[in-house]
């Protein structure tokens, strides 16, 4: 729904080189609460791929489950789409990749999908170096599911159920990095302007391209001292202890600068997350500099955004496999099939 | 003293060390006799270890062409692993030889006075001939080659041939090994009036067959097939399956232009991510396959749900092993039936065919890739551990050139262009199984969304109840046709028909087939149906009908096959007599005849319907 | 124009938008009703969505009651969702009550002649009331439950009394939901005759019944039955149990002195990791459960094979969903009683229990704990989605004080020390069932490698054939031994007992009782029998035997059940009848007992013994 | 059998404080190819347990599956041990940890077991800090299944069947860190000076302990140019096309010193691994400069052994929940049940 108004917000788009208007790229209705991030997310996609002129149906959208995995039903629907299991959408998009190489893969999960039940699938898609562009709406929560804690929520942050989270979340951005993606950004679903470039250079990489999105959950957030705003209605929800009202919001984008690339972005429930984005000097081409950024800003209570790694020089699966230029998907029979005459060779051999 | 006597019919039992190179000796002792024109199955019995264990190698010589384990004990048993000399001894039949290494003399204690001891001084014969001490070991195994060839009369020069095909390109090695040869014949021949009782002789049994194992049959298929992504992750014993396809597709499979491969084979995390990998390419166009055993399965039993659901077409190969959990990962059975059958939560259904021997691991295996794209099913290739990792005698594989591969219900860009509105889940034909698009295909139309949940006929997800049904029912209906499409049971009649079946499928028909001679000469005529499939073809319904008394035989606990039979095809249980053999051993037709027989004798309906082994 | 009439019996269905507040003020109209002594039971058909999707919730009083659901169209409608309008309008029987909000006028094209449209402007009073648009959106619910309580004449202190105890502690709550209460009365009473022709009246027909749901009781006979550790993760629609019992046990299992836990509940990273941690707490000798839904079920299926041969007691609660793979997640089945039943390769069996309402959820969870301890085995409660999420009237909880936990066979130091050697795998009393210990009892005796692998009565790692044979018997052994411990079925037979049968279990059993009366006042009576466990006790067999024909009634697409019992019982299929609902909504009298009246009155054995749902 | 000798070479120790002589901490026959590195840990848990005076009968060990998982079989057996399913001990353990906070939890498992198929649950189990030890037996392959290249195995390394590793290696101990263990070593198995004292002090530390340890494979070793040695006998396996014959090998120990605190360790097969052990300079309470030292390191084709990272105030996961002191196995009805009382009270809430 959110997603609608983002529509009206821009009115007609211009068409691109390939003569499509924005429209070529959107999808139906959404059915994710007004307000949710993932369709900020959503229109981010399709903004980066009417702009870069991406034919639409060459593009393969695949997600596990989740609110964030239904996402892309509401964008790009020319192309083909994938809504997997939980979890395992890597694994999906890997045979897909093989078998087709010339499509452009873009795969959506959430964090629960990506970092509690998909975390081995995740790895070793990273470390396959997948060519293919893989988007996590990070909100720190199961939205599907109500509001139980995710693996990428913040230390001491509070679940609806009301208890604190003790544990280190899992950031997924510096795992990336460390297992070996070639393109590893963060940023936030409010943020266009700094969110569609990045989308765009991540479909224009050759390689894994990671980036990690905050995607606040308008229903179920679980932020540091929620404390703010709605107190009657929050009041009158938790006592009738059936979470069934969710009050319409507007997309999270007020963002309020506070120095040089640093800004406070303030959610629904009164709290505030600090974003600060790397800088000119920040150089995206050393791997452990990376890294310790990553970790400073994590130190000051800062969330790193912006293009955080990058190695453009980065071969992806199919070079490692040394597989043909051509889809395997339309190899025919001569190519495929060795024949009789081979076999009754290969007999011999077994005499 | 009694001498056992025989030629060309009878077992010879090897007692082995694992990781001492007799494996290799071993299988040229069977190709040998292979190559003297007589029939041979050789089986390995090896523990799941890599080095230090017993493992066990028996192999049985049969000119009557009899290829299933003969059960029973051994007529010659060659005796090199002192750990397990005492039961060796046991595994010997009365008049029965005993080859040993005499270089320690036996202890006097596991003497058996009713066989015949063979002693040759291996250890001291290779302690004067080698320096290397790893030498000195490896060629233990090839002097006892050397000596059974004496002893049994097998013809020098085959052996020889053998070393020289083993070791082309290497030919230094070709020497040492025929010198290793001759030092064990030479003394058998010197030392013991040569041959035995029990000998072989040149006969001309085998035709054009072959010797090879089902796994290396069932990649060669999948590379005929025409599969051209992968996703596997080892584990005994299908991890040769894909070994196997990839050292083929390796050779055949390369762009002569580019030298770039023509299939990609991609070694997964887990065996989640293997068969998620063969989904998504399956999905995307391509053919896909994965292998697995035991817990493999068990791993891959959501994703079989939603390539069920979702209606995307995969091969499965299941080399299956002695379960349950972990269970005996180098022992045989065939216990994953029902977890295949119904694999997954909710109503679901699998289609399985079961080959018997490897020329049918190749075919099915090819054909498996067109069945799963004309059904948009997955289909599991039911194989097992003795099928796939020994070498059988079968025909020898053949392809027809004419052959194109049936990829199913798949429009084309034009097709969408030509059509009005598509719907991937809409029944056009009747059949059950509807049309689907590739991704890429068109720039407007055929684009769908595939989910696991429920959807309409667009594709469009709904909760909607009689949708829902419309669309389960729907399946139900293109599992009937799939009864249609796939491999027929092969039913033997005898001339005048007989009241009584036996059922039977994958490995266990070599033993069948030699249960029904060995009844048949014990005057109980049996018919006989060979399951090829799942779900049942109308044959099989037939052949139930048609019989007062069925034994289905099985290598598992607990009847599985009898379970589909009697839940599928309505039979009543009472007609169906459950002869299971469980021990993680193939089955023999002694054990089946045997168990037929008691059966027969008080023969009453009443009795309770089951017939199973209590050991080897 | 036509008006239903009747009192404390009839059918209201609310359909409301999800996300905007209803369901806590349909909760309240059901237990207003409640509260008046009347029998009543609502169900929620929500979708799989947080916000703004339509969502039903229909609600059967019975004074008679009947609580399974009626089936066919509802007798009051309460349209609050303007997308569903058209559908909500069919869904009304002739002479039916359509309450909806009148601020916009209907759309003339959907307003059917035979029913009563009754038209509440209910934004328009919220906009006069309220200024804050939440409030606005919150209270429309309030106020329509007000309109109903004067259109069906529901005592207003009673609803008084439960706004009451639902803000106990929030008072600056109650006066502006009483007010809402009122509006929605006046306006009602003010523009309509009120009470309508249907209506309800004070009863005593509740004793000391509760309404409560499947999960909460669930949870608490977790907490009852002892449960320490529990490994979860959050699934559709088994994740309220476990929230359940981790509520509880914040409250209930608190060390008194210190304020620390008396109990631990890890949320796994997924569903392989929450069974792994149940089975390695049972293991180390605490109690521990699980629960999950459809494809949590495949998930784990691995670790349930290792549970079944290595013997860990586990309890698994299965809140069934319609399947196969995500299948439709807020819509109910019992799709999972194969996949359940084998669960894993290999030949393995599972204990399952069967509750059919919230009190026997509690009672068997607890029960469950017992069950698995002394029989060394996974036991899993089979509850689905419309027990599991509704509020369903039932007998009070209770529980007795003397009951002492069964733990089971486990040896402590003592009894080790006088034994001589410890063999976990010996069956000493011969039922099947080994002694364990728990890790750390003894210095020196009772250590063992537990493993899924084949192993001798040591726990030692063996390939011997027989003894891998003698153990797996062993466990079919075991299973006899737990037919005999297992809850018993209920089975009620008429005075002078009928040829006819009815088999059902779990949520069936509403809907089974009131087919009985049904057919019996159509003089076809009926014998029944409730399934209450797996591996099923004599007395299932023995009421088989004794009826020519019976109808199995399962809501799933197979006869899953009756499967399983042609399997185990060996009886004829050509006499199980197939009754089977599987759209996704709870199975209805009207549906069964239609079923059978049509089956029974061509009643051929011949005919095809499937008769199945094609909608609601 | 390897273990058999170590028995061999060091003959009768000293009783312990607990009167217990090395015997009581041995276990049976090892069935792992003579010289398997895996025995050489096992002996080492053996001198660590002994020398720290630990009831045996107090420790639980448990395995995944692989010859890595089959090694405890062969030691500890006074303990209970649980050789549980593949890549999935994480999980038994953490059950198994929180049914039981007294016992000394010792988890063996090996690179395959933890880094392919277990990632997930490896990964979790660290950031859940489970209070245990785990211990990985790292030899790039897969053993038991005849010798695949395993996630951890190094770029360019080769598997039996020839080829080559074009994926980077997974660093479990760096992984470890970032995900938050609170102890991180990594060693060799032949080098008891250095492997003994760290396995003690991991036995200590209070939560969760990880330590790599490089334990090669005698019989598929896949080490970069493996050339030197027994050349007629490899030929001799690889044209027999079979791998059944396992030259008997003796256990690694050798080690040449190169300069100060570098070793270089000479594998069988002739090639060599160089070991860097941390120096007195290098302080192992700092997380990024770890992480950074684990990288250098590797980017000189070094491997960095030793104690890498320990956070001595860490906190378990009993800590987290807040569970009881006693062992929860250990609580009875009058704990657990709450009674009928109460459940009447519980009952009223629901009329
Ligand atoms: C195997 C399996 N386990 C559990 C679930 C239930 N489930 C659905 S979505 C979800 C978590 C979604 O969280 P996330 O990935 O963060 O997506 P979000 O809804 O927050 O966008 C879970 C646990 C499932 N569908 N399948
Ligand atoms: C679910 C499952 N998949 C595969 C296997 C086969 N398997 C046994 S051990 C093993 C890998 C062992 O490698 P590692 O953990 O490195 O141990 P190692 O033998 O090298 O010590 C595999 C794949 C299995 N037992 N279970
Ligand atoms: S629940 Fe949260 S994540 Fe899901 S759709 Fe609503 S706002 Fe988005
Ligand atoms: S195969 Fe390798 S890892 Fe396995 S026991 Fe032998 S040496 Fe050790
Ligand atoms: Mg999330
Ligand atoms: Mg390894």
Known sequence: ?351 | MQQLKSINEFVIRFANVNGTGSASANLMFAKSIFRMGIPVSPRNEFPSNIQGMPTFYEVRISEKGYLGRRGGGADIVVAMNSQSLARDMQSLLPGGYFLYDCTKPLPPGLIREDVNLIGVPISEICLREYQDPRQRQLFKNVIYIGALAALLDIEFEVLQGLVKDQFKGKEKLIIPNIQALQLGHKYASAHFECPLGIRVTRSDKINNHIMIDGNTAAGLGAVYGGASVCGWYPITPSTSVVENFIQYANRLRIDPASGMKNFAAVQAEDELAAIGITIGAAWNGARAFTATSGPGISLMTEFLGLAYFAEVPIVLINVQRAGPSTGMPTRTQQPDVLACAYASHGDTKQVMLFPSTPKECFDQTAEAFDLAERLQTPVIVMSDLDLGMNDHLCEALDWDDDTRYNRGKVLNAEQLEEMGKFGRYLDSDGDGICYRTYPGTHPTKGAFFTRGTSRDHYAVYTELGDIYVDNVDRLNRKFDTAATLLPKPVIRTRDKGSKVGLIYYGTTSAAATETVDLLAAKGISLDSCCIKSFPFSEEVTQFIDSHERLYVVEQNRDGQMRTLLINELETNPKKLTKVVHYDGLPISARFISGSIEAHQQHNSAGKRSTLKVASR
Chains 1, 4 share one sequence.
Request: charged share 20%; with cysteine.
């Open chain 1, 1 to 351: 729904m959110s997603y609608q108004k983002s529509t009206f917000r821009h009115p007609k788009l211009p068409v691109n080189d390939l003569g499509f208007t924005h429209q070529a790229y959107e999808g139906p209705l959404s059915t994710l609460c007004a307000g949710c991030g993932h369709d900020s997310i959503g229109a981010a996609i399709i903004q980066s791929c009417h702009e870069l002129s991406l034919p639409p149906h060459r593009i393969a959208k695949l997600s596990g489950i989740g609110c964030s995995s239904k996402a892309p039903t509401y964008f790009l629907d020319k192309a083909h789409g994938f809504n997997s299991v939980h979890g395992r959408m890597p694994s999906i998009v890997t045979g897909a990749n093989m078998a087709n190489r010339d499509l452009v893969y873009i795969g959506m999960s959430g964090d629960g999908d990506t970092s509690a039940i998909g975390l081995g699938q995740f790895s070793h898609v990273v470390r396959r170096r997948l060519n293919m562009l893989y988007i996590v709406a990070n909100n720190g929560v199961y939205g599907l599911t109500k509001g139980q804690t995710s693996a990428t929520a913040d230390l001491g942050s509070k679940s609806k159920s009301g208890d604190v989270n003790l544990l280190e979340g899992i950031d997924l951005a510096s795992l990336a990095i460390q297992l070996g993606a070639t393109f590893v950004a963060r940023s936030f679903s409010g943020d266009k302007q700094e969110l569609v470039p990045l989308i765009k250079a991540a479909l224009s990489h050759r390689g894994f391209a990671f980036i990690d999105v905050i995607s606040p959950c308008v229903t179920f957030n679980n932020h540091v001292g929620s404390t703010k705003s709605y107190d009657y209605i929050r009041d009158h929800i938790e006592t009738a202890s059936v979470t069934d009202f969710i009050p319409v919001k507007e997309e999270i984008i007020s963002t309020c600068e506070i120095g040089s690339n640093c800004r406070d972005i303030c959610l629904h429930d009164g709290s505030t997350i600090r974003l600060q984005s790397v800088d000119e000097s920040y150089d995206p081409q050393d791997r452990a500099a990376a890294m310790a950024a990553i970790e400073a800003c994590k130190a000051e209570d800062k969330t790193l955004t912006g293009l955080l790694y990058i190695d453009p020089s980065a071969e992806d699966l199919h070079a490692v496999l040394n597989t043909t230029d051509k889809p395997l998907n339309g190899l025919t029979e001569s190519v495929l099939c060795p024949g009789n005459e081979v076999l009754q060779v290969i007999n011999n051999s077994f005499r």
